[in-house]
Nanobody
Framework: QVQLVESGGGLVQAGGSLRLSCAASGRTFSSYRMGWFRQAPGKEREIVADISRSGGRTYYADSVKGRFTISRGNGKNTVYLQMNSLKPEDTAVYYC?????WGIGLGPQDYNYWGQGTLVTVSS
């Protein structure tokens, strides 16, 4: 089992940047594929980005491609989401998630462990 704790959320103006962090404890961090999801009020939880166990492969939702960067430090048991050029539509609770799945599923059901979430609010 792994415990996940996100940090770094807050209020930022449109065009600004934030860096989210997710610290993991428990089983070996490098055993998990890691993802960032977000959920806006009244909307379903959606994948934002995913990174492979080694960090060699990444995935980004079209809505964030070119603006967000996911990375991981297996030595620090931490995954990051650098968010640049933020837009009001990026406002949501952002969740870190860990997957034991060896496939390529990117739905919430494909991730086994979740953090509590951190709120990102982008003002116009």
């Amino acid at each position: 089992q792994v415990q996940l704790v996100e940090s770094g959320g807050g209020l930022v103006q449109a065009g600004g940047s934030l860096r989210l962090s997710c610290a993991a404890s428990g089983r070996t961090f490098s055993s998990y594929r890691m993802g960032w999801f977000r959920q806006a009020p009244g909307k379903e939880r959606e994948i934002v980005a995913d990174i492979s166990r080694s960090g060699g492969r990444t995935y980004y939702a079209d809505s964030v491609k070119g603006r967000f960067t996911i990375s991981r430090g297996n030595g620090k048991n931490t995954v990051y989401l650098q968010m640049n050029s933020l837009k009001p539509e990026d406002t949501a609770v952002y969740y870190c998630a860990a997957s034991m799945d060896w496939g390529i599923g990117l739905g919430p059901q494909d991730y086994n462990y979740w953090g509590q979430g951190t709120l990102v609010t982008v003002s116009s």
